[in-house]
């Protein structure tokens, strides 16, 4: 048995501690919006948070979450996550949304940090999250609206 804290709560789960933290999350728990891409850790699209920091859940051995703080899609919250997740509305950003979630998560890990990114910076901490219908400018543009309304 492995003890998680999954978007602030408490989580027993029995699995085999090799099991990526991907197929806990979706398959155990049934938190669906953390999504499957190319299972390589290359596309993004399974962006989660481990204490706050950008990870890709489907190479993330569920081991190494154990006792940490994991947030996902579903349990996105704070000044920088509420700004993006308006903006990606606003600026009407996905177009068939599969890589929205993990876009969101790393946006969010460098809003966090950075009230002022730069195209530089948003490319940097989004680098490697995957847009296959490629709104790489609306996103870029999403990002900018969100940090400019976290600073006004």
Known sequence: ??????NGKPREVDVAPDTPLLWVLRDTL?????????GEALCGA????LNGAPVRACKTPVSVAAGQKITTIEGASGKAAQALLQAWV???????GYCQPGQIMSATALLTHNHRPSDADIDAALDGN???CAT???????VHHAAAKMRA
Do not use: W
């Open 1 to 6: 048995m492995l003890s998680l804290i999954v």
């Open 90 to 96: 606003e600026l009407d950003v996905p177009q068939c």
């Open 130 to 132: 995957l847009c296959r």
């Open 46 to 49: 399974c962006t989660v948070h």
């Open 136 to 142: 790489y400018q609306r996103i870029r543009a999403a």
């Open 30 to 38: 049934g938190l669906t919006g953390t999504k499957f891409g190319c």
